[in-house]
């Protein structure tokens, strides 16, 4: 019997994969056997994760994108399209994270604000709006990445928190609309997790926030990796608007 959980010949694009959580979104769904569309603005990052796709035995095509930029989003999916023939499975994964300086509400640069929700908000509903119509129709998925601190209303950074929860909102609206092609769009919110941007953050990046847990333990990318890969699979069809936080029991503790 085959696995629910199988990508075999599908098509994924994943936004923000030239390195940390998206390069290994990027290897997760290679590893079932998708066919990846490694999407960043870093070229150099591009190139790293497109060989480490290719090393697990699966294709990949680089993109530079400008997520801002609707002219660059409708590239990314005609170039999607001209490579595979379809796409399957598109993962919201571009923001702004680990350069943020931390500061109260009071002392946010307006030009960083703006910043933020370009990327993180602007750019996932762009992505979403140039892709879907190329996407698979029944069977397609949208899945964005929001943030376990919209639930923690983690402080010092509310530029990125409210972003985040713009996302959350975009998600129920987009399954909505998108619901009636047979398309599933869900939305998962991690808790603290162990990439290159988070261990930049911070000294003890790996016990951070481990005693809050329900699960002792710190969060991996893998962790993250797998809830993507059900809520794109066959086994999640009937599951939308919905957002999973994945942080190891620390919201109900």
């Not at 994964?93 to 009071?106: D, E, G, P, V």
């Not at 619901?179 to 941007?197: C, S």
Request: aromatic share 6%.
């Amino acid at each position: 019997m085959s696995s629910m959980i199988d990508f075999e010949g599908k098509v994924v694009i994943v936004t923000g994969a030239a390195g940390g959580l998206g390069r290994a979104f990027a290897l997760g769904f290679a590893n079932q056997g998708g066919n990846i569309v490694v999407a960043d603005i870093d070229e150099a990052g591009l190139a790293e994760t497109v060989a480490q796709v290719e090393a697990a035995g699966a294709k990949a095509i680089a993109v530079k994108v400008d997520v801002t930029s609707k002219e660059s989003t409708d590239a990314l999916a005609v170039a999607a399209v001209a490579a595979f023939g379809r796409i399957d499975v598109l993962v919201n994964n571009a923001a702004i994270y680990a350069t943020l300086k931390r500061s109260s509400f009071l002392d946010i640069d307006p030009n960083e604000w703006d910043r933020v929700m370009n990327v993180n908000v602007k750019g996932a509903w762009l992505c979403s709006a140039s892709i879907f119509p190329k996407m698979s129709q029944p069977g397609g998925r949208i899945i964005n990445v929001a943030s376990a601190t919209v639930f923690s209303g983690s402080p010092l950074w509310m530029h990125y928190v409210a972003s985040k929860a713009a996302v959350i909102g975009m998600t129920r609206v987009m399954a909505r609309e998108v619901g009636p092609q047979g398309v599933t769009v869900n939305a998962i919110a991690p808790g603290f997790t162990l990439t290159e941007a988070s261990l930049s953050l911070m000294e003890d990046a790996e016990t951070y926030g481990v005693d809050r847990g329900a699960i002792k333990r710190a969060s991996a990318p893998e962790d993250i990796v797998g809830t993507a890969l059900f809520l794109a699979s066959e086994s999640a069809g009937y599951i939308t608007g919905q957002t999973l936080v994945v942080d190891g029991g620390k919201q109900f503790i």
